[in-house]
C-alpha cells in the first residue's frame, strides 16, 4: 500500500523536484502552511491551475441544512462547513503579453521546497513563454508563528535573455469558484459564494475586503499590503471591488535584473464585533507585519521552529524516509495547533476541506498525546476549546435524554453535526477521550492549574453521561450499550471493550478529581453520591472476554460473527465505499485498530500474554480503511514484539500523506496519522508510556533502525531519550532542582540533570509469531525511499536562507 | 387512547351527521372510495376546503431524489411518491352569484354516509346562500369495482323556496396545490405540480387530459363526460387547457325542481403506451361507463358487494361499535385490493399520501391473511406483484452482498425507497414474511397453480438470501445478525427471534417446495445441495431464551438492556417523537408486537406456558407507537386467556382511523391495523390458526360480545363458524364432494357440507393475571358507542338505494 516517492528522502524538508499536475491536489495539502489560526493551501502563486483553492481560518464557517430523505429526532438540522475564504496569496504574473501558466509555453524547471527548520515553502520557476520570453522565478511564502494573523510572499521575478515588461498582479478574491467534489460522503460538501462583501477600502499600497457568511453570519476582514523593489521605473496601482482588491505593479526588467514584491496579507473575524473594528484590527496587523518586514518575519518564524524543534524532534538514524516523514507530520501538528488559542484543530487542520473542516475525537486522541509531550501550551487550549463548547455539549446531553455533558461526534462550533448516528453521536467514547486528554495533561505536565480552570468540569460532565448511559444489569455488572466504538465497521453495539475500559476510567477520574477539589466540585453541584456511584460502575464494567478462543470481544459476541470473505477483495478502494453497512456491521472485520487502541491507551487492564493474542487475533482482520489505525498497530506491534512489523505501520502511517496512501491527501492532510507517526516511533519503538505521572519507557529498535533519539517535556523539564540496539541513555536537559521518576524496563529510576541514566537494551521474545494480514492488506515498507519519484534536481539545493 | 365517536355506530354504514371541518382531513379517508386501481379521497364535491386533495392511480408515482447529509454504498438514491392525479371528481356549484362553500351562507344540514354493502358515498346538503337563496344538493359517488377505470358520481341540486339560476361546473384538474404537510418522517414529502401536459381534446359532453410525470416518465389519461337531467332548458358548454378541463350546466330551477347531472370520469395511465392509445383507452371506458349509465354502475357495485359480503362477514353481537369497525376494515382492504391486479397494495392503499404511498410488509402480513381468506383473487394478485419486482429485488441482494433477492422494505415500483437504513434494508423479515404468505396462500386456498406460476421462485430466492445472510457459529448454530425485527425501537440487532423463526420457515418451506417440484426447481437452478443447507439452518436456529426470567428475548441481550423510564411520560406523541434512536435502540421498550408476533405467526415454537410468560413480560413495555400492534396483542392475549385485555386491542385495531386515534388519519387509513381488526377477532375470538392446510378453530368470546359469526373460504368451500359463549357451530355452505378436516379446541373433525359440527365451548383459565401495560399506555374501551358524536340526524335513515 506504500506507493512511490514523490519526495526526495531529505532530512528537513520536503522537495519536490517537479511539477506533476496530476499530484497537484496533494501537494497543495502537503505544502500547506498555517498556524493555526490562519492556513493557506499550496496554490500556486498565480492562482491557477489549482486542484482546491484554500485559504481558511479556524472556526471560520458557515451553516447549512442537512437534508434528511428520512429524519429523526435529535438529528442535527444545521451543519457547518468551513469556508474558504477571500484569498490573500495571489500573484499573476504577465511576461509581456502573456499570462504566466505553467501548463503553457515552456517550464525548464519547477521546484517546490517545504523548509520545515524555517518554516517556509520556497518556489523555484524557469519558464519560457510561448513568445519565447525566459524568466526566473523565486517566491517565498510564510504564515508567522509569531504574527498569528499574518502571512507574506516574497515574490522575485528576473528577466533571462531578453528584456520583457513584467506586470505583477497581486490580489485579493472572495467567492472563488471550487471544483464539484465526488459523492464519496468524506468528502466535504461545496458551498456557493458564501461571502457576502461588507465593506471595503483601498490603502497606499494595497486594500482590505470585508465579507460577512450568509447565513452564520461571521464577519471577516482580508488586507493586503506591499513591498516593491525594482530596478528601474515602475507603476504600482490598486483596484478595489466588492469582492476584489488588486495591486498591479508594472516594470520593464533588462536581463538580469529582478523585480521584488513582497506581499503582506492578513486576517481578522468575529461573530460579534464591527466591520471597523475588523477593519482596524487588518490594518493594524499589517502595519505590523510591515514594520517586521519580509527579512523580521523569517527570522522570527526561525527562531519559533528552533526552539521547537529543540524539544520536540526525533532522530532516526538509518530510515531516511521515515526520518524525513516523522518530521514532516511534527511540522504540520505544530502548524495545526500553535496559535490554535482556543479554537479546534480539525481533523484536517487548516490544510484542505475535507471533513468540512471538522474537529473529531482525533483531536484529543491523536493529536494531543503529541502535543502534550512537545508543546503543551497548545494542548492547555485545546482543552479549554472543548470547554468553551460545554454549554452546547450539555444541550447535546439532554436532547438525547443523557446527564452531563455529550460532546459532538463532528463539529467546528460546538454543536453536533453528525448526520448519520450510528457513525456519530453513537460513538460516546470520544466523551471518554476528551477525559483522557484532561488526565494526561495533568499528568506530563505537573499542571494542576487547568484542572481548576476547566478540566474538572469536563471530568464530571463526561462522568455524569457515562452514568446516564450505562446501568448495572441483575447482577451487578455495569454495561455500555448500543454505542460505536473506533472502529466504524461495526456499530451500535454493546459493551463495546474500548467504550467500557475508557468510561471507567473516565468515571474514575472524575471520582479522583473530585476527592482532589472537594469545593470546586461542590460548586459543580456533585452530590454525596456520586463519586461514589461512578466509582461502583467503573468497578463493575464489563469486559467481553470469549473464553474458547481466549481473546477479547472487541464488543459484546463480536468474535461469535461471521467472518468476511475477502476472497476476490481488490483493497484499493475502502470497504465502505463498495459494502453497505448492513454488511459490514456483524461481520468480523475491523476498519481500524479497536480492540487494539484499547490496549493501547489503557494497558494496565490487560496481561502480556492477552496482548499478544488479542493482537495476533485482530491483526487478521483489520483493513485500516482509515488512517487512525495504522500508528495504533505500530505501538502495539511493537509492545508484543512484532518490530518488523511495527515498523511497516510506522512507515503507512508516517507516509499517509506523503505518498496519499489514501487517496484523499487532496482533500487535507491526515492530522490524526501524522500525529500517530510520532506514537509509532516514540512510544512504539520508545516504549513511552502515561503512568500516573511518570513516563515509562521501554525502547527496542526494529532492524531498519540503527539509532532513535527523541525529546520530551514531562513535568516541566525537557528530556532526551537516546537508542540503539545495545544501549538506551535517559537524560534531563534542565530542571537542576527537579527529581524525577521514570521506568525503564519496568525498573523504577530516578532522573536528575546532568545525570542521564544509562541501560542495557533488554529484548524481548514474542510470544506468538507474526501475525498475518488479510489478503492483500499486508503492510507494505518495500518501496525504496525516492523510488519512482523524478529526482533530478534543476536547481542547487538550498540550506536555508 | 379510544378518542369519542364522530360517527354513530351503525350496521352496514359509517354516517358523519354534520359537517367538522376540523376534521375534514379525517374524513376524507375514512370516506375515500377506491378499488385498487383508482382511489379518490372523500374531498368534497366542490373541491374546497380540503385538507389534501387526492386522486390516486394506483403504481403511478413519479421519482424524486434521495438526498443524504451523509451518504453510504447501497443508499438508495431515487424515491417514489405517488401521485396526486388529474381530479376527475370535481363539481363545483354556483346559486345565482354565490358559489357554493360549507363555510360561507348558512349550512343547515350536512350528512355523509359511506354505505358498505352499495359501496358508494352519499351526501346530502341543505344550504343556504349568503344572498338568502336554499338549495338541496345530494350527491352519490362511486369507484366502480366492476369497471374498474371508471368513477361516477350522480349530483342533484334542488331549488327550495325561490327560483335560482344554478351553474354547476364540472371539472377536471391537473396539478392541484397541495399542503405543506409536516417535517414528520412518516408524512409523504410534497411534490410540485408533477405532471406535465402531453395533450387535451374536447369530446361531446366533456374532455379529455393527457399528461406524463416529469422523472418517472409515466403517461396518463384522464377523462369525464356527462349525463345531464334537467326539468328546463340548459346550456352546456366544454372548455379544455393544458391542465384543466370544464363542463359547464347552467339553467333555472323553480322552487321544488332538480338539475341531476351524472358525471363519469375515467383514468388510463402507462410506463410504455403512446398518448394516442391512453386517449383510447380513456374514451372507451367513458363509452362502457355511459352504456351502463349511473343506475347500471351502482346495481353491478351492490351485486359485487354482495358476492363479497356473503364470504367474508363478520357478526358481532352486543358491541356495535367493533361490528361496525370490522366491517369498515373488510370494505376497505376490499377497496384497496380488489382489482390491484399485479400492482402493490399500499399501506394505506389509495387513501392518502402517507408514507409516499409505498407498500411494506404490511401487504403481506397483515393484509394477506385477511385476502387469502376471504377474497383469495386478490390474495393471488398480491404474490403475483411480489413475483414481477423479482428482477429489483435480486438487484438489491447483489448491492447488499447477499444471494437471491431482497425484497425492498418500502417501494412502488420495486426497487428499495427506504432511507433510513436501520430501519429499512436491515428489516431483512419483510422476505420471510413474503415467503409465508405464499405458503399460506397454498395451504389455505388449496390452489397449487401459484406455487408453480411464482411462489416456488419466491421460496427459492429468499431461502438463499438467508442462507447467504446468516451463519453457523462454532457450535453449529445458525444465527441472523444486524438485523430489524418489526419492533423499529430495537434496530440492527444480532437473532432477533421473529426473524430468526420466521426464516427458518422459510429455509423449511422453499426445501418442501423443491421437493414437491423438483423440475421446477432444477430449471430454477437450485443445486443439489441447496436445499439440504437451507434444512440444516432451520434445524440449527438459534432461539435466545432468558433462563432466569424464564421468557424468550426479541433479540439476543433483550431481557439484559436497561428499563425504559417512563416516568413522566406523556403518550400523546410516539416516543419516537421524543426521543432519539440512540436512547430507544437499547432499552427495553417495545414500538409494536415483535416477539409476541412471533407466537401469533409461529405458534408451534412455542409452549402455552412460555406463550403467557411472554406475553405478561412484553406487555409491560409495548407502547403501540406502531399501529401494527394492537392486533396482534389482541390476538395473543384471546390465546392466553386474557380476553378482555383483548377485546381492548381488538378496539383500538378496529377503530384506528375511525377514531383517528394515532391522529394522523388525514393522511390515509391504516390498511394494516383495518386488517388485523379482522384478525383480533377472528384470530383472537375465533382462535383460527393455518396449519399445513387444515384450519384450526377455538373460539372463546369476552363478555362484551354475546355472540360471533364469521365467514371464510377455504379448499375452495365457504366456511361459516358461529360462537356464543356456550357453544360452536361450524358449517360448511357448499362443496357436496369435499371433506375437510378441521381442528377445534384441539379436536380433529371432519367436516361436510350439510353436515355441521357442534360442540361446547371449551373455556380457558389463564396461567397468569392479565399483566399491566406501562404507565399510560393502557388501552381504552370505556367510551361508549355514539359518545360525543352529534347524532342529531336531519335526514331519515336511508336504507339502501
Given at each position: 500500500m506504500i506507493g512511490d516517492a514523490v519526495f526526495p528522502a531529505e532530512p528537513w524538508q520536503v522537495r519536490e523536484p517537479s511539477l506533476d499536475l496530476d499530484r497537484l491536489g496533494s501537494t497543495e495539502s502537503v505544502f500547506a502552511l498555517a498556524n493555526g489560526h490562519i492556513g493557506v493551501r499550496a496554490n500556486l502563486d498565480e492562482g491557477e491551475p489549482h486542484a482546491i483553492a484554500g485559504t481558511y481560518l479556524n472556526s471560520y464557517y458557515e451553516q447549512r441544512p442537512l437534508p434528511y430523505p428520512e429524519g429523526g429526532y435529535g438529528y442535527p438540522e444545521q451543519g457547518q462547513t468551513l469556508v474558504n475564504v477571500t484569498d490573500g496569496k495571489l500573484i499573476r504574473l504577465m511576461v509581456d503579453d502573456e499570462p504566466f501558466h505553467v501548463a503553457h509555453g515552456h517550464l525548464i524547471a519547477h521546484e517546490r521546497i517545504l523548509d520545515l527548520r524555517a518554516g517556509v515553502l520556497r518556489r523555484r520557476v524557469d519558464w519560457v513563454s510561448p513568445a519565447g520570453r525566459r524568466v526566473r522565478i523565486r517566491s517565498c511564502r510564510l504564515v508567522s508563528f509569531t504574527q498569528r494573523a499574518v502571512a507574506a510572499i516574497d515574490y522575485e521575478v528576473e528577466a533571462v535573455g531578453h528584456e520583457v515588461r513584467i506586470t505583477v498582479q497581486s490580489a485579493l478574491v472572495a467567492n472563488e469558484e471550487q471544483p464539484q467534489e465526488s459523492s464519496d460522503p468524506r468528502v466535504a460538501a461545496a458551498l456557493d459564494r458564501p461571502l457576502v462583501a461588507v465593506g471595503q477600502d483601498t490603502e497606499q499600497h494595497g486594500g482590505v475586503l470585508l465579507h460577512r457568511t450568509r447565513a452564520s453570519g461571521l464577519l471577516m476582514g482580508a488586507g493586503m499590503d506591499h513591498v516593491v523593489t525594482a530596478p528601474g521605473a515602475y507603476d504600482e496601482e490598486t483596484d478595489v471591488r466588492d469582492d476584489w482588491a488588486r495591486t498591479t505593479v508594472v516594470t520593464v526588467l533588462r536581463p538580469g535584473e529582478r523585480l521584488r514584491v513582497t506581499k503582506l496579507f492578513a486576517y481578522a473575524w468575529s461573530s460579534s464585533r464591527s466591520p471597523q473594528a475588523l477593519r482596524d484590527q487588518v490594518a493594524g496587523a499589517l502595519t505590523g507585519a510591515r514594520y517586521a518586514g519580509w527579512a523580521g518575519l523569517a527570522a522570527a518564524q526561525r527562531a519559533y521552529l528552533d526552539d521547537f524543534w529543540d524539544a520536540a524532534d526525533v532522530e532516526i538514524d538509518g530510515d531516511p524516509v521515515l526520518q524525513q516523514a516523522v518530521r514532516f507530520g511534527l511540522f504540520h501538528v505544530l502548524q495545526a495547533g500553535a496559535r490554535a488559542e482556543r479554537r479546534a484543530i480539525a481533523?484536517?487542520?487548516?490544510?484542505?476541506?475535507g471533513y468540512d473542516g471538522h474537529a473529531f475525537w482525533d483531536t484529543e486522541g491523536f493529536v494531543l498525546p503529541l502535543l502534550t509531550y512537545v508543546a503543551p501550551h497548545a494542548a492547555a487550549d485545546v482543552l479549554r476549546w472543548r470547554h468553551s463548547i460545554l454549554g452546547q455539549a450539555r444541550h447535546r446531553a439532554r436532547t438525547l435524554g443523557l446527564d452531563g455533558a455529550a460532546f459532538p461526534w463532528r463539529t467546528i462550533h460546538g454543536?453536533?453535526?453528525?448526520?448519520?448516528?450510528?457513525?456519530?453521536?453513537?460513538?460516546?467514547h470520544l466523551n471518554a477521550v476528551v477525559a483522557r486528554a484532561v488526565e494526561r495533561f495533568r499528568q506530563v505536565t505537573g499542571d494542576t492549574a487547568l484542572e481548576a480552570e476547566c478540566g474538572l468540569e469536563i471530568l464530571v460532565e463526561t462522568a455524569r453521561l457515562w452514568l446516564s448511559h450505562g446501568h448495572h444489569d441483575a447482577d451487578g455488572a455495569w454495561h455500555v450499550d448500543g454505542v460505536t466504538g473506533p472502529d466504524e465497521y461495526s456499530a451500535v453495539t454493546d459493551d463495546n471493550l474500548f467504550t467500557n475500559l475508557m468510561a471507567a476510567r473516565n468515571l474514575r477520574a472524575a471520582a479522583d478529581a473530585c476527592a482532589r477539589r472537594p469545593e470546586a466540585a461542590a460548586r459543580l453541584g456533585v452530590s454525596a453520591g456520586e463519586p461514589g456511584a461512578w466509582r461502583a460502575a467503573a468497578d463493575a464494567v464489563h469486559v467481553p472476554y470469549d473464553e474458547r478462543l481466549g481473546v477479547h470481544q472487541q464488543s459484546a459476541g463480536f468474535t461469535r460473527y461471521a467472518p468476511w470473505d475477502?476472497?476476490?477483495?481488490?483493497?484499493?478502494?475502502?470497504?465502505m465505499l463498495r459494502a453497505p453497512y448492513f454488511q459490514l456491521?456483524?461481520?468480523?472485520?475491523?476498519?481500524?485498530?479497536d480492540l487494539v487502541l484499547a490496549m493501547h491507551w489503557?494497558?494496565?487492564?490487560?496481561?502480556a500474554e492477552q496482548k499478544a493474542r488479542n493482537v495476533d487475533y485482530y491483526e487478521r482482520i483489520t483493513v485500516r480503511d482509515s488512517s487512525l489505525s495504522a500508528c495504533t498497530q505500530a505501538v502495539m506491534c511493537a509492545e508484543v514484539g512484532h518490530l518488523e512489523l511495527a515498523h511497516d505501520y510506522a512507515w503507512e502511517a508516517a507516509l499517509v500523506d506523503l505518498r496519499d496512501l489514501h487517496r484523499n491527501t487532496r482533500h487535507g492532510l491526515h492530522l490524526a496519522s501524522l500525529a500517530g507517526a510520532w506514537s509509532a516511533v516514540v512510544e512504539g519503538f520508545g516504549g513511552l508510556r502515561d503512568h500516573d505521572g511518570v513516563p515509562v519507557l521501554a525502547p527496542r529498535l526494529p532492524e531498519g533502525i540503527t539509532g532513535l533519539r527523541f525529546r520530551l517535556r514531562h513535568s516541566g523539564v525537557r528530556l532526551l531519550v537516546e537508542a540503539d540496539h545495545e544501549t538506551v541513555r535517559v537524560s534531563m536537559?534542565?530542571?537542576?532542582d527537579t527529581r524525577l521518576p521514570i521506568r525503564l524496563y519496568g525498573e523504577d529510576v530516578e532522573l536528575t540533570a546532568g545525570d542521564p541514566v544509562r541501560r542495557p537494551v533488554v529484548p524481548l521474545k514474542p510470544l506468538l509469531s507474526p501475525p498475518e494480514q488479510p489478503p492483500g492488506y499486508k503492510p507494505d515498507r518495500a518501496a525504496p525511499a525516492g523510488r519512482g519519484a523524478s529526482d533530478s534536481a534543476v536547481f542547487p539545493r538550498e540550506t536555508g536562507r
Open positions: 481533523a484536517k487542520g487548516l490544510t484542505g476541506p454543536e453536533e453535526c453528525s448526520a448519520y448516528w450510528p457513525a456519530g453521536t453513537a460513538a460516546l475477502f476472497t476476490g477483495e481488490r483493497p484499493d478502494q475502502p470497504l456491521y456483524r461481520r468480523q472485520v475491523v476498519k481500524q485498530a489503557c494497558p494496565e487492564e490487560f496481561t536537559r534542565d530542571g537542576t
